[in-house]
Nanobody, 126 residues
Framework: QVQLVEAGGGLVQAGGSLRLSCAAS????????MGWFRQAPGKEREFVAA????????AYADSVKGRFIIARDNAKNMVYLQMNSLKPEDTAVYFC???????????????????WGQGTQVTVSS
């Protein structure tokens, strides 16, 4: 079991940056693949970025590739999403998710993540 708490959301102008953080509780955090998803009003939740347990392999949605960076600090039980060159279409609630500790890859499907945080709002003004 792992519990996740996101932080770092807020209001930012287009072109600006934000860093989201996700604090994980529970043991064996370093065994869990991690991901970030987002959900805009009236839209389905979508994949943003993923990271394998060792932090050596990443995956990004095409819409954020080159602008967002996912990283983790296993010693601190933390996952981060650095968001640069933000656009109004990045406005959404962002969710941190943890996969199964028995899987070692990067995963883009919500179905691969049994553990979710409560979300943090990111609003990008034009």
């Amino acid at each position: 079991q792992v519990q996740l708490v996101e932080a770092g959301g807020g209001l930012v102008q287009a072109g600006g940056s934000l860093r989201l953080s996700c604090a994980a509780s529970g043991s064996a955090f370093s065994f869990y693949p991690m991901g970030w998803f987002r959900q805009a009003p009236g839209k389905e939740r979508e994949f943003v970025a993923a990271l394998n347990p060792g932090g050596t392999s990443t995956a990004y949605a095409d819409s954020v590739k080159g602008r967002f960076i996912i990283a983790r600090d296993n010693a601190k039980n933390m996952v981060y999403l650095q968001m640069n060159s933000l656009k109004p279409e990045d406005t959404a609630v962002y969710f941190c998710a943890a996969g199964s500790r028995y899987y070692s890859g990067t995963y883009t499907s919500m179905n691969e993540y049994p553990y979710w945080g409560q979300g943090t709002q990111v609003t990008v003004s034009s």
